[in-house]
Every structure is written in C-alpha cells, then in structure tokens.
T-cell receptor, first 111, second 114 residues
Framework: SQQGEEDPQALSIQEGENATMNCSYK?????LQWYRQNSGRGLVHLIL?????REKHSGRLRVTLDTSKKSSSLLITASRAADTASYFC???????????FGQGTRLTINP | SQTIHQWPATLVQPVGSPLSLECTVE??????LYWYRQAAGRGLQLLFY??????ISSEVPQNLSASRPQDRQFILSSKKLLLSDSGFYLC?????????????FGPGTRLTVT
C-alpha cells in the first residue's frame, strides 16, 4: 500500500495564484521529500524536510510537516505556467533504504 | 557534476520478447541505485534497489530482474515480456540511504508491449 497520499489529485489555478498540495502518510518517518515531474520526464527533487522540522522554504516553495497528523503540505506561491507538472511526496519508514511515493497531484497553471 | 543516463528512450516490444534496459551514472562512486515503474497518470512503484555491486533487493515479485555488474551500471531485464510490463521505467540514484538523501532520476524509458 502507498505510504504517501496526495490531495487533491488534480488542481487547476490561474497564473499568479498560490497552489497548495497535501500529503498524508501512515507510519513514522525520518524525512519527507517532494518531487516534481514534467510530462514524460524523470522526477526532480524539490525539497527534503526532516521529521524534527516543522517548516522549510526554498524560493517560492514552502513545505510544512505535522508529524502528529502524519501530514505535509507543499505551497507554491505566485505560480507560473512553468510550474505546470505533477508533484509527488515521498516518505521513508525509519531505517528503510527506500522511498515510497504517493500517486501525485497534477497541477495546471492557466495563463 | 553527476549525470544519469537511461536507454533506450522509447521501446516497443512484442509479448514474449526479452528486455534489457540500461542505466549508468557518472560523476559519483558507490551510489545507491533504484528501478521504478510508473503507470500512466500514477505514482512510482519501486521494483529493485541496489546498495552495491551484485547486491539487488527486489520489491515486487514479477517476471523482471535486475543486475548491477559495475558500480555505476544498473540493468533491468526480462526473459519474456507481458502486456502488463508496459509503462514508464525510471532509474534513480542517491548518495545515502533513501530516507536521508534525495534521489536523482534519469529521463526514463517508455516501454510499450504489444
């Protein structure tokens, strides 16, 4: 079964608006990561947040982590057409040598 | 800088034919290597991972196999393809254990089994 589940499955917004995607997971984790995938391409790592961190920023990206609720959110501010992609969260179980990816959120930014 | 290559980029194979997909990493030593499969519009399913030469861990029982003949080479194989093997195959590498390190993905191979 999937460790991470993203919500919503699809999101369509206007350029300039903020986009928020959520991820829920089931077991204890060391870290949670977010990746982006443009259509037909490989995944690109965006940000890693550790289990002892609550919030992390990288450019227009803001990630929060609530380990008590086993959830994370990815906020993209001032969206651009180039942000159109699928976004995945990935989690590890403590001590695991692998990541488990969710099903992803398909984000469409309309010009 | 590190780069990861996959080939071929696309492949159309008949049912029952063999398969060999190759992944190579440049610019790093002793990486952890991963093979994933992605069905259309879905997330990634981990197939195999390797922490060293000749060390392969299988995640999903199926008719695929993986090998790591060299430190930076990872091969995905099948003796007889099934229709259900169609998908987008992604190779990735990381420096440390998956949970402590980001993964870097190759461009992928689109496999269609007919």
């Amino acid at each position: 079964s999937q460790q991470g589940e993203e919500d919503p499955q699809a999101l369509s917004i206007q350029e300039g608006e903020n986009a928020t995607m959520n991820c829920s997971y089931k077991t204890s984790i060391n870290n949670l990561q977010w990746y982006r995938q443009n259509s037909g391409r490989g995944l690109v790592h965006l940000i890693l947040i550790r289990s002892n961190e609550r919030e992390k920023h990288s450019g227009r990206l803001r990630v929060t982590l609530d380990t008590s609720k086993k959830s994370s959110s990815l906020l993209i501010t001032a969206s651009r057409a180039a942000d159109t992609a699928s976004y995945f969260c990935a989690t590890d179980a403590e001590g695991a040598q692998k990541l488990v990816f969710g099903q992803g959120t398909r984000l469409t930014i309309n010009p | 800088s590190q780069t990861i290559h996959q080939w071929p980029a696309t492949l159309v194979q008949p049912v029952g034919s063999p398969l060999s997909l190759e992944c190579t990493v440049e610019g790093t030593s002793n990486p952890n290597l991963y093979w994933y499969r992605q069905a259309a519009g879905r997330g990634l399913q981990l197939l195999f991972y390797s922490v060293g030469i000749g060390q392969i861990s299988s995640e999903v029982p199926q008719n695929l196999s993986a090998s790591r003949p060299q430190d930076r080479q990872f091969i995905l194989s099948s003796k007889k393809l099934l229709l259900s093997d169609s998908g987008f195959y992604l190779c990735a590498w990381s420096l440390r254990l998956a949970g402590d390190s980001e993964q870097y993905f190759g461009p992928g191979t689109r496999l269609t089994v007919t």
